[in-house]
């Protein structure tokens, strides 16, 4: 049975009248009971027996209903399903992004997100960038967001943003006590910072290397937040994204660091598989929180 046919066959039983059943259906009597006629020889089922100008249900018609009664059901939940995707009123987005974004632009996405979509669930994942990249290409992930513009085969990449380095130091520290913090006031520190190999290590060592200065972190880190408990304990000064909300961690101070090194804010989806229309929104509130948080660069483009 079809769609149509399940729909006449339901109403036709709930009614009892093809008169009433072909008004609540908005067709006419010839249709519908060209429709009933036409269901009953496809089943090979007699459904109705016509007494004093009523449809009497079979057995037959009477052992079917609940089974259809459920099965139109189940259609009509299916549509309001599709409706609700196609309006961003229900599902779920899967969300993959790097430590520094995640406390930063992402609760912020996510505020204005949920404020507008709040049936939809949202799966947040807190993962490196290479892992990143593994799960949207399985598609264990829809979105991601990493701080690299790297060519990466079958990801698409967009620039949406850029973030500063900058320089994090204990309060009682005295370089703490400067506007910003120059490449040669490294020397003698301490230093806490990127791995060498790492685009955030690549972009320093180029950096500083023009300044004269070399590229030596004692204290190597994947991410910057590994830097925070580091600095807390006086163990050195880091030089390590803007992003994360230094300021809110106490017994720390930020400063700007020069020369200006910035680093790219992505995001990261699937070349071969198409957004869903909730990821879509999701991008979009991620877009508009990078604008607010005052990342966005003019002119970003896709990598």
Not at 164 to 178: F, K, M, S, T
Not at 241 to 246: A, R, S
Not at 267 to 296: F, V, Y
Request: hydrophobic share 45%; net charge neutral; glycine share 8%.
């Amino acid at each position: 049975m079809r769609a149509r046919q399940l729909e006449v066959f339901r109403m036709v039983m709930r009614c009892g009248t093809i008169t009433s059943a072909a008004r609540a259906l908005n067709v006419s009597q010839p249709a519908l009971s060209q429709i009933l006629l036409h269901t009953e020889d496809e089943l090979g089922l007699k459904l109705f027996q016509r007494v004093k100008g009523r449809l009497i249900p079979t057995p037959e018609a009477e052992e079917l209903f609940p089974e259809v009664d459920r099965l139109f059901g189940d259609l009509a939940g299916l549509r309001r399903r599709a409706q609700d995707l196609r309006l961003g009123k229900s599902g779920v987005v899967r969300l993959a992004a790097s430590a520094p974004p995640s406390l930063s632009l992402v609760p912020e996405a996510l505020r204005h997100f949920r404020a507008a979509h709040a049936d939809i669930r949202i799966l947040s994942f807190v993962v490196p960038a290479e892992v990143i990249v593994v799960m949207i290409d399985r598609g264990d992930a829809g979105l991601g967001i990493a701080m690299t513009d790297q060519t990466i085969p079958l990801i698409d990449t967009e620039i949406i943003g850029h973030t500063q380095i900058v320089c994090v130091l204990p309060v009682g520290h005295a370089l703490a006590q400067r506007d910003a913090i120059d490449a040669a006031d490294l020397v003698g520190e301490t230093l806490i910072s990127y791995r060498a190999e790492s685009l955030p290590g690549q972009l320093l060592r180029d950096a500083l290397g023009r300044e004269g200065v070399p590229f030596q972190p004692e204290i190597e880190i994947d991410v910057s937040i590994i830097a925070l408990a580091f600095v807390q304990q006086g163990l050195g000064i880091a030089i390590v994204d803007g992003l994360l909300p230094w300021h809110s961690f106490p017994g720390l101070v930020t400063r700007p660091f020069r020369p200006s090194v910035a680093l790219p804010l992505c995001l990261l989806t699937s070349a071969r598989r198409p957004l869903s229309r909730n990821h879509e929104l999701l991008r979009d509130h991620l877009r508009r929180a990078c604008s607010e948080l005052g990342l966005t660069v003019p002119g970003a483009s896709k990598a």
